[in-house]
């Protein structure tokens, strides 16, 4: 599947706070029935009286606390009940520390988690959303009974369950269709275009890299300067500029040498270059 959806990826924090104070026996209780209020909008506030950022949503024992417009998961029983409002035991800067300390053992963690074939699990372990197909800088493919589906990187975490994702099931599953609705749109506005003679661009629209030639179910055959390149059909898509290939002009260029034996056509891109270069060439 091309298209790539679009994630949001929430940091889980497990750095323990310490807890307040114990309060007197004959004080226990009234605590019960008057914890600090921990609902969506509410502010919460460090051991300082700093605010911090307002309770985005509420997930199991954990609130998730937007802290520099980023979503940050804290365990309920770190707050209390504080004079302006919910409270932590710790500084804004001691949190903010914590959450780079547990993004940067993430990351490592990560990474060696990242291996094809590595089983991927929904936002609390439960679920099994698909495997690991490959993974680098741009994002991890991961194969799904639907499909491939490529997804940022930073949607990745290592939990108590393993290699998981910032999904649960049911958001995974909704991606999932909307970018099989979007898959399918394109793919039926790609068949409209490959005809015989149609112009070919490149990935960002500005290079042309050939014209159609033939087509069938699994190739397009493009004519260039050097001869003609058989490209795979989910390599097309429909771009701004009309009908594109999943290719710069670089990237087509080295393609076209490698299966022609011949130089790479020239492409819109290359074109001031080498104007440059003769320009260069001629008051030498």
Sequence with gaps: ??????????LFLSTAMAAAAPAKAQDAPAAATSGPDLSPGTIVYDSEGAAIGPIAS?????????????????????????KKGPAITITVEQLSAAIDQ?????????????????????????????????????????????????????????????????????????AMQQ?????AADDAAVAAALKPGAEVRGLEGKAVLGAVKSFNAQNVVVTTESGDVALPRS?????????????TAEQFAAAVAQVTGAEAPQTADAAPAEEGEAENRQAN
């Design 179 to 183: 970018a099989s609705q979007a898959s």
């Design 102 to 174: 547990a993004a940067a053992a993430n990351a490592q963690a990560l990474e060696a988690a990242l291996k094809p074939g590595a089983e991927v699990r929904s936002a609390n372990g439960s679920a099994v959303l698909g495997t690991v197909k490959l993974a680098d800088a741009s994002g991890v493919v991961v194969t799904t009974p639907s499909g491939d589906v490529k997804v940022p990187r930073n949607a990745f975490f290592v939990g108590q369950s393993g290699l998981q994702s910032s999904f649960t099931a049911e958001q995974f599953a909704a």
């Design 235 to 247: 390599a097309f898509n429909m771009g701004p500029s009309g009908l594109s290939a999943a290719y």
């Design 58 to 82: 509420e997930a199991g024992d954990n609130v998730v606390v937007t802290l520099n417009e980023k979503p940050v998961t804290l365990p309920k029983n770190a707050f209390a009940k504080g």
């Design 1 to 10: 599947m091309r298209k790539i959806a679009a994630l949001v990826t929430t």
